[in-house]
Nanobody, 126 residues
């Protein structure tokens, strides 16, 4: 079945950059939209970014617009999250997810995804 494996998390100073990767297997990657979510201690899981199955549409939470960029490489079955100008409030466990519906509209809520990665810790120091 579907497996999603995140990588690229770590410790970074505020103002610097980090790129997360998520490699998928088990389903035809190019048929499905992909998303990134994050969860800080004591807080609910939050939508961060999503990209449609075609790659033609993207969506971001307001707090990361202009700083984060989601992209995908179908040849590598991988979705990326480029995080620039990072802030301490970006500290969280980041999860990638694959949409439930193939060829569907872009989804910005957790209920629209049925497979999740294990998460990768991102810590931003001030």
């Amino acid at each position: 079945q579907v497996q999603l494996v995140e990588s690229g998390g770590g410790l970074v100073q505020a103002g610097n950059s980090l790129r997360l990767s998520c490699e998928a297997s088990g389903r035809t990657f190019s048929w499905y939209g992909m998303g990134w979510f994050r969860q800080a201690p004591g807080k609910e899981r939050e939508f961060v970014a999503a990209i449609s199955w075609s790659g033609s549409s993207t969506s971001y939470v307001d707090s990361v617009k202009g700083r984060f960029t989601i992209s995908r490489d179908n040849a590598k079955s991988t979705v990326y999250l480029q995080m620039n100008s990072m802030k301490p409030e970006d500290t969280a466990v980041y999860y990638c997810a694959q949409a439930k519906e193939h060829f569907g509209a872009i989804v910005a809520t957790a209920r629209g995804y049925d497979y999740w990665g294990q998460g990768t810790q991102v810590t931003v120091s001030s």
